[in-house]
């Protein structure tokens, strides 16, 4: 991740909004439906339930992948659990890949190795990240940092005209 300077705060309203209006594009993209979706633990997990809601997923697997250990800051790419055996089978075709986001297309990457004829699909996508994702929604630039809402909470704001509370 290079440095981050802009930030992209995402309310619940408008998650839901944008995973829904994924929801809309995939349906068009597979009107026969998917077999399955991988979610991508952990930011994954919101959007699936959306998407699945939508869609009438029932089937949902985790692949469970770390890699940003502090806030903006990547370390080693960790699976913790991998894909269960019957959903490898015919390199992925009719499965769902969903994550929140894909940034330097990392993870993208390796899950799409376990899975490479799958339809990959995220929410937000950084321009590195966007060449290894099928369907997204908002593109935002590389030096920003997208804050969810799972992430946030209620705080002061000091006025726009006056730098600091007081
Ligand atoms: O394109 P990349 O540079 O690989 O970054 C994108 C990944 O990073 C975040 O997950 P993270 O590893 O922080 O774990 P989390 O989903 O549990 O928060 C995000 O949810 C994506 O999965
Ligand atoms: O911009 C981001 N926001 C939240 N998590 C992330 N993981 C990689 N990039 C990001
Ligand atoms: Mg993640």
């Not at 026969?32 to 949902?60: D, K, N, Q, Y």
């Not at 799409?112 to 995220?122: E, G, I, S, V, W």
């Amino acid at each position: 991740m290079s440095m981050v300077e802009k930030s992209f705060p995402v309310s619940w309203d408008q998650f839901h909004r944008d995973a829904r209006a994924l929801a809309w594009r995939l349906a068009s993209v597979q009107p026969e439906g998917w077999r399955a979706i991988v979610c991508i633990t952990r930011g994954g997990l919101v959007p699936a339930a959306i998407i699945s809601r939508e869609l009438g997923i029932r089937l949902i697997e985790t692949v469970c992948v770390a890699s940003y250990h502090d806030y903006s800051e990547q370390g080693e790419l960790q699976i913790l659990k991998t894909i269960d055996e019957k959903l490898l089978t015919d390199e992925g075709r009719g499965i769902l890949i969903v994550d929140d986001l894909t940034d330097t297309g990392k993870t993208a990457g390796v899950v799409r190795q376990m899975l490479p004829k799958a339809h990959f699909a995220t929410v937000y996508a950084k321009p590195k990240g966007r060449p290894l994702v099928d369907t997204f929604i908002t593109e935002v630039s590389q030096d920003t940092w997208i804050f969810f809402p799972w992430d946030l909470g209620l705080s002061f704001q000091a006025p726009i005209g006056k730098g600091t509370p007081g």
